[in-house]
């Protein structure tokens, strides 16, 4: 088990004298990058899921319209708390080349990072697996569907923290990774307790996340070829399924690209022959992870129409409603949760949702997938 101990106000592990994790395993230049790029992941992150909540907060009614954009809130919320917790201890710690809040300052940062890591991991798959039953599932009460949204949002901490407290009680540790400048699960030990960890951490918390969402969204994207099928093709439709095929790609890559790598290199730190990994490498998938911050509010809030919407009229200020048109909007994979693809009664194609904004009131079409 790692010992962390604060020398000299470097933090440096108990392995040996000679290897010190936090210094002269990055050069100046490289903590200067390292902490450039922090600072954009900070700023761009804590914009944007700020953002998200202030529309969120402006406009409650989007959560009595689709309730299960409480996980969208949650996605954002962790996402927030990871800008708020972790990534100015990282940034502080580039621009200074060395970590600077101790061994119990470390231990914070590992933990925080991973529970809040893993509860956004968990809420995009359970955000999908809620999508494919919105859109193949049966027709649900708005209470059920507002229930099983808040089970959804405590399951994901629940099991978040059932896979991020073991390290603390001994199970694996927390510690510093890389070039010192971050910490974490300490995945290049070799114990078979550290090695059970990580292996349950990577198939628990990352793998089948991953494969729930394409299973989820591969079926998603057959409905909607399928039901295209079924009625003469046009520019609409054809524009609608380029959209949902964008979605879809946009999620799982997003999803790829941000934390496969990370996890990649903790299997490859644990499992693989010593040194397999060079500390300044493995600073990579680190920053790579923590640019989900980044990418989730894009991907998952900021591409739906109707979400847009109610951002360029709060962004306004506007006296007048947005514009709503006369069609459906093309379906969202996000927000506008979908219903299942039948075809809408004529109120349906004409009745718009209104948003209330304050004393105000926002119109918003109906949200159906159509064939």
Known sequence: MVILQLHSNNLSTGLSSGRDTAAGALSRAGHTAAAVVLGFILVLGFLGNFLVLLVFSRFPRLLLQTPVNLLLINISASDMLVCICGTPLSFAASVRGRWLTGSYGCRWYGF??????????????????????????????????????????????????????????????????????????????????????????????????????????????????????QITRTNRSERREARVLLMVVSMVTGYLLCWMPYGVVAMLSSFGRSGVVPPAASLIPSLLAKTSTVLNPVIYVLLNNQFSRCFLYMIRCSSEAPPTPAHHSVPSSVAAWPHAPNPPSEEQNTAPASVTSGDQQVEQPALVLTP
């Open 112 to 229: 925080s990072n991973a529970l809040f890591g893993v509860v956004s991991l968990v809420s995009l798959s359970l955000l999908s697996f809620e999508q494919y039953s919105v859109v193949l599932g049966s027709t649900q009460s708005d209470y059920s569907h507002r229930r099983r949204a808040r089970l959804a949002v405590a399951a994901s901490w629940l099991y978040s923290l059932v896979w991020t407290l073991p390290p603390l009680l001994g199970w694996s540790s927390y510690g510093p990774e890389g070039p010192g400048t971050t910490c974490s699960v300490q995945w290049h030990q070799r114990s078979a307790t550290a090695r059970s960890y990580i292996s349950c951490l990577f198939i628990f918390c990352l793998l089948l996340p991953l494969l729930l969402m394409c299973f989820c969204y591969g079926r998603i994207l057959l409905t909607v070829r399928v039901a295209a099928r």
